[in-house]
């Protein structure tokens, strides 16, 4: 295991199994049980499951049941097109890990199943759903170990592959920097679909550089440009629109999202998202 590896682990499990997590069920609190029956209350019942509507109608209190359903089946999925090779704080590929480590590791404190997969052209790493530490260590050091370079960020590849490898009903978190045309309407259909979007700030704020020799991480292509203001003002408005259609979309599927960036701690970003 490397060191970038071994610092992550060592953080995310801290702050999952530690102080910041560790007063909290889990990270995914209130998915576990569903809605059985009402009946009447007793003393003992606990006040906050009385179901007030019901009890004005009726005159007397009742309270909600639930019943917990079988383990989430929570499925992480890493989009590591070369993009992701990137970052002026820390690489995003690096953060992409530290959210995989604090989904995998909460998951697992809930006893719940967790998998993961790497994607980018195609899907290149798939661990099997597992209720041991070890899977979530294995998905840090795949994450880190993978050659992004070179390799485009295909989602219409990944939504079509997905949809046929998930039958059972997933907590689905996809993690990337989202750029392109995306469209998780087929998978917010049938699972519970959550985007974790991993970008730089140097991204959506460029500075004006001037001439440059610039690679294109996907292709590996190189190519001189000037990035002077007009050229900076274009890119600026071009990410824009791109994320304004993007939200739009999610809202209209249900797909609950949350962006970090390279700066920011991602387990703390991602407890209060999941917390709303």
């Known amino acids: 295991m490397n060191r970038t590896a071994k610092k992550i682990i060592l953080k995310t499990k801290k702050q999952v199994y530690g ?3 560790g007063n909290n069920a889990s990270l995914f609190q209130g998915e576990g049980f569903e809605f059985s029956e009402l009946r009447e209350y007793v003393y003992g019942d606990d006040v906050r499951k009385i ?6 109608k009726l005159g007397k209190p009742y309270v909600k049941v639930y019943k917990e359903e079988r383990e989430l089946n929570v499925v992480v999925v890493s989009m590591l097109g070369g993009s992701v090779y990137f970052g002026t704080v820390r690489q995003k590929s690096d953060v992409v890990a530290e959210v995989v480590a604090t989904l995998g590791f909460s998951a697992i404190k809930n006893a719940d199943l967790f998998s993961h997969m790497i994607f980018a052209d195609r899907l290149y790493s798939t661990i099997q759903p597992s209720k041991k530490r070890f899977a979530t260590h294995q998905a840090v050091e795949e994450i880190l170990a993978f050659e992004s370079l070179g390799k485009s960020a295909d989602y219409q590849a990944l939504v079509d592959s997905l949809g046929k490898r998930l039958k059972k009903k997933a907590l689905l978190f996809i993690i990337a920097d989202f750029v392109g045309d995306i469209d998780l309407k087929l998978l917010s259909k049938k699972h519970d679909v959550f985007a974790v979007i991993v970008r730089d700030r140097f991204e959506e704020d460029p500075s ?3 001439l440059l020799r610039l690679i294109d991480m996907e292709s590996k292509k190189s190519f001189e440009g000037n990035i002077d203001t007009g050229a900076v003002k274009q890119y600026k408005k071009a990410l824009h629109e791109n994320d304004e259609k993007l939200y739009r979309r999610f809202k209209k599927q249900g797909v609950r999202f949350t962006k970090i960036y390279t700066d920011e701690d991602p387990a703390l970003k991602l407890m209060k998202q999941m917390r709303r």
């Open 19 to 21: 102080d910041m997590l």
């Open 51 to 56: 179901d007030w509507k019901t009890t004005a």
């Open 208 to 210: 004006q550089l001037g």
